[in-house]
């Protein structure tokens, strides 16, 4: 059995894996209302709720699973990427109980594991690479050529906002609420995603890069004009709130599913991986299915469970343990948004 420890954001989760992926245990503590009256997650307050809250949730994941420190075969945790405050609360604890348990320790990569989350979601096994990887959330948007869970060859990425950074900015607009992405989701399904002739930016320059933060100045463009900072002040009725939001959401899952489509064709890969908290959306898994049957290519999208961050796909930590991959007590974090690697 293996406990895997999450904390780099704002979601605090451990989980007991075993190697064929049963979960015996499973614990994750939110902070949506923390961060709510602030529109955004506050790295400072996730930290230290990450502090309050992580021996709790790991003692939880043990209890459910009925194991105890000497049952374990390691602790894995991610490393990288994340908020300094968030991924150093995590990482110490699992430093912390491998020491005191005599257990070996892995270092995850928090991307990686978004997209091993796909083959988590595989009821025979059957492995679901290689393939070609796309990563939707609120920090990353990128592409990979995925050879196997550990070795990925990087493609392309956002050279400005994420995907999910561009719906929550939107929200915000919009005074939707917080988490923006879910609610910007909602109002869409009510809307004409044809309203607004929103930019599709980078969809045809030849590369596999994405960039986002021109469509949302075209979205604050076309709710309260060139020049104007305040939308305290904003009166939309429901029906424009609406348009907006299907436009929007048209306009992101057209460049995601374009440029997938792309890289599947010039690296003759059949199969396409997507994981990420915005890979729980509705309209992109629609669309990408569609694309899949049009192309002839096999998608596997992460159980919408398992898009937001989790634990449980810290289970990709037993291919690292089958290949000797394990860290030292000396394991630092690497913080930050994980671009062009």
Known sequence: MLLAIESTCDETAAAVVTRDGRVL????????????????????????????????????????????????????????PGLAGSLLVGVVAAK???????????????????????????????????????IVSGGHTTLYLCEDPINLQYLGGTIDDAAG??????????????????????????????????????????????????LKTAVRYAIVGPGR?????LELDDSTKADVC?????????????????????????????GGGVAANGRLRRDFAAAAEQDGFQLVIAPPELCTDNAVMGAIAWKQIDRGQFATLDLDITPGLQRGF
């Open 25 to 80: 245990g499973e614990c994750i503590a939110t902070q949506e209302k923390l961060h709510e009256r602030f529109g955004g997650v506050v790295p400072e307050i996730a930290a230290r709720a990450h502090l309050e809250r992580i021996l709790p949730v790991i003692d939880t994941a043990m209890t459910q699973a009925g194991v105890q420190g000497e049952d374990l075969q390691a602790i894995a945790v991610a490393d990288r």
């Open 96 to 134: 912390s109980l491998a020491l005191a348990w005599q257990k070996p320790l892995v270092a995850i990569n928090h991307l990686h594991a978004h997209l091993y989350a796909c083959q988590l979601s595989q009821p025979s096994g059957e492995s679901v690479y290689p393939a070609i990887g796309l």
């Open 165 to 214: 950074e561009a719906f929550d900015k939107v929200a915000a607009m919009l005074s939707l609420g917080f988490p923006g992405g879910v609610e910007v989701s909602r109002w869409a399904t009510r809307g004409n995603a044809k309203a607004y002739d929103f930019p599709r930016s980078k969809l045809h320059d030849g590369s596999f890069d994405f960039s986002f933060s021109g």
């Open 229 to 233: 900072q305040d939308f305290s002040s």
């Open 246 to 274: 299907a436009s929007f959401e048209a306009a992101v899952v057209d460049t995601l599913v374009g440029k997938s489509r792309k890289a599947i064709r010039q690296h003759g890969v059949k199969r396409l991986l997507i």
